[in-house]
């Protein structure tokens, strides 16, 4: 099946502790996002990457770090930086360039700091 | 911040089709509609979109008005899997990344 795979589903971590949250895609997609959502609010963009080797920061993107060594992956590492982490982290990609970029989505990781 | 206004819940019975409207008036040329929906707990599920011309998919159909500033995004069928968010969101096409606005939904309840 091609899809957009997130691992774990849920993560709980002390704080001050970095964590890194996998996210793989069979889509032979270019672009890959990483999204934060918390309760009740809207989806706020992290990072992006058009490509191997390059990505951008996106609207929040302080206290996170990302690389994208593979098209397939694009992992996300929170670091003990980040003041509010424990949120739902959605991973996407789409086709790029396109005339059709259409975000796909991963399932999410839940990621709670204690 | 989200150029899009939905009611912010909607009831329909099972069986029945579901029809969930979007304005969306100050909509450009170049861009496009798109509608996805979320399940509790789940990551955003594509459903459809449209740029002037009316869309259907095997999961939903897009009627857009003819001056482009609503929309209207049917399930004719609607089953209780279909209880979820419903995003409606507006957005240049073939533009590269860029990032997904999602504004409140409408938090859409199939009833049995």
């Known amino acids: 099946d091609g899809g957009i795979t997130q691992s774990p589903k849920y993560l709980f971590r002390k704080e001050g502790q970095n964590v890194t949250l996998s996210c793989e895609q069979n889509?032979?997609?270019?672009?890959m996002y990483w999204y934060r959502q918390d309760p009740g609010q809207g989806l706020r963009l992290i990072y992006y990457?058009?490509?191997?080797?390059?990505?951008q920061k996106g609207d929040i993107a302080e206290g996170y770090s990302v690389s994208r060594e593979k098209k397939e992956s694009f992992p996300l590492t929170v670091t003990s930086a980040q003041k509010n982490p424990t949120a739902f982290y959605l991973c996407?990609?789409?086709?790029?360039?396109?005339?059709?970029?259409?975000?796909?989505f991963g399932p999410g990781t839940r990621l709670t700091v204690l | 911040d989200a150029k899009t206004t939905q009611p912010p819940s909607m009831d329909c019975a099972e069986g029945r089709a579901a029809n969930l409207p979007c304005n969306h008036s100050?909509?450009?040329?170049?861009?496009?509609v798109y509608w996805y929906r979320q399940i509790h707990s789940q990551g955003p599920q594509y459903i459809i979109h449209?740029?002037?011309n009316n869309e259907t998919n095997e999961m939903a159909s897009l009627i857009i008005t003819e001056d482009r500033k609503s929309s209207t995004l049917i399930l004719p069928h609607a089953t209780l899997r279909d209880t979820a968010v419903y995003y409606c969101i507006v957005r240049v096409g073939g533009q590269g990344a860029q990032k997904l606005v999602f504004g409140q939904g409408t938090r859409l309840t199939i009833n049995p």
């Open positions: 449209g740029l002037k």
């Open positions: 889509l032979n997609h270019d672009a």
């Open positions: 996407a990609s789409s086709m790029f360039p396109a005339s059709s970029d259409t975000q796909y």
């Open positions: 100050t909509i450009s040329g170049n861009e496009y």
């Open positions: 990457s058009q490509i191997v080797n390059d990505f």
